[in-house]
């Protein structure tokens, strides 16, 4: 009897991911974020869905998210 042995490669851990926030000028509504939050975002970063006003009627931000670099 023989005994072989074998290895299995453990893949490394995925990079951490980091969330921006984006400042995008005022955004009215979700349909508004739709059209504006992704142009923002610039690879390797992508929108996730994520936006809030910070000053009513001047400022919002777009939350860009993406691997660590």
């Known amino acids: 009897m023989s005994v072989c042995e074998c290895e299995?490669?453990?893949a490394p851990p995925p990079p951490p991911i980091v969330k921006t926030a984006v400042e995008a000028g005022p955004i009215w509504n979700n349909d508004d974020a739709k059209g504006k939050c992704p142009k923002l975002c610039?690879?390797?970063t992508r929108w996730n869905g994520q936006w809030w006003t910070t000053v009513q009627g001047k400022m919002s931000?777009?939350?860009c998210e993406g691997p660590q670099r």
Do not use: M, N
């Open 8 to 10: 299995t490669p453990v």
């Open 42 to 44: 610039l690879p390797p």
């Open 61 to 63: 931000v777009c939350e």
